[in-house]
């Protein structure tokens, strides 16, 4: 009942779909959810390459109807060679504030066969949720393999799936 009066007195939400893939290759590091994970491959791309933080600002800017990362940070851009992603999506961060957007939650799934991510989704979490300035029960990073099929399964990538919905009061 609550919630329904909220939306009469024209509260506006939106939902916002992410998606993003890198491939892995020896030589790079491995960057997901902005936690550095120790790992004989890394995902390449002109950023960090973080594939959990790119679905993630896209599923922002999704959400906003702020066109997508490429858009806002283009990979034929010096300045973003090798940019942390957490910077990527702080900006995010702010292009959707900037609009009277703030986020709800975001939930996300990371598709990758090697190695266990479980013990570093917490500190995935902290820091998304930092960033984002919300708090860590407004997050959710969920991880499933390949089931060593396609190219998940056999580690020739790591693909990101997310979701945002934010609200404009
Ligand atoms: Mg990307």
């Known amino acids: 009942m609550a919630a329904k009066k909220?939306?009469?007195?024209?509260?506006?939400?939106?939902?916002?779909?992410g998606y993003d893939?890198?491939?892995l290759t020896e030589g790079r590091d491995l960057w997901l959810g902005g936690v550095l994970i120790p790992h004989e491959k890394g995902a390449l791309g002109h950023s960090d390459a973080d594939v959990l933080l790119h679905a993630i600002c896209d599923a922002l800017l999704g959400a906003a109807a702020m066109r997508d990362i490429g858009f806002h940070f283009p990979d034929t851009d010096e300045t973003y060679r090798g940019a942390d992603s957490k910077l990527l999506l702080r900006r995010t961060c702010e292009?959707?504030?900037?609009?009277?957007?703030?986020?709800?939650?975001?939930?996300?799934?990371?598709c990758l066969q090697?190695?266990?991510?479980?013990?570093?989704?917490?500190?995935?979490?902290r820091l998304i949720s930092d960033i984002c300035g919300v708090?860590?029960?407004?997050?959710?990073?969920k991880a499933t393999t390949g089931e060593h099929?396609?190219?998940?399964?056999?580690?020739?990538?790591?693909?990101?799936?997310?979701?945002?919905?934010?609200?404009?009061d």
């Open 6 to 17: 909220s939306l009469n007195n024209s509260m506006e939400i939106r939902v916002g779909l």
């Open 149 to 168: 099929m396609g190219f998940v399964g056999r580690e020739e990538g790591v693909n990101a799936f997310a979701v945002a919905l934010i609200r404009r």
């Open 21 to 23: 893939v890198h491939q």
């Open 95 to 110: 292009l959707i504030t900037a609009k009277g957007w703030s986020i709800v939650n975001i939930d996300s799934t990371l």
């Open 114 to 125: 090697r190695p266990k991510i479980k013990p570093h989704v917490e500190e995935m979490t």
């Open 135 to 141: 708090e860590p029960d407004r997050i959710s990073i």
